[in-house]
């Protein structure tokens, strides 16, 4: 059928994790709106898989849990740092998937 394609997804920079549906590799972080930090990811044929994603500061403290670091965007005086958790160690944390995590979107 249809080949592979880029598109871009957005994660706030809003303190809480964003659920996102992806089936390819992300390809590329940057920020070109203000408070919102942007990635491209192939999109393909395969099915798409809930992601947990959110933005982090310099300096800011970090959860106790896996993190995959996908990439830093600068912002004037602000470094903004692309994280994913793992959902296998999300759901591993003390009080299951919820803990001490604000989430958005859809898991």
């Avoid at 390809?27 to 809930?50: S, T």
């Avoid at 903004?80 to 591993?92: D, F, I, N, P, Q």
């Amino acid at each position: 059928m249809g080949a592979e394609m880029i598109h871009r997804f957005m994660v706030p920079i809003d303190d809480e994790w964003h659920f996102i549906k992806l089936s390819g590799r992300i390809l590329h972080v940057d920020m070109r709106h203000a408070r919102v930090v942007e990635f491209w990811a192939l999109v393909g044929e395969v099915e798409p898989v809930a992601r947990a994603f959110r933005v982090f500061g310099t300096g800011q403290k970090l959860p106790d849990a896996k993190l995959i670091w996908w990439g830093s965007v600068v912002a004037g005086d602000f470094v903004w740092h692309l994280a994913e958790v793992e959902l296998m160690a999300w759901s591993r944390l003390p009080g299951g998937r919820d803990a001490g995590f604000s989430t958005k979107g859809e898991l």
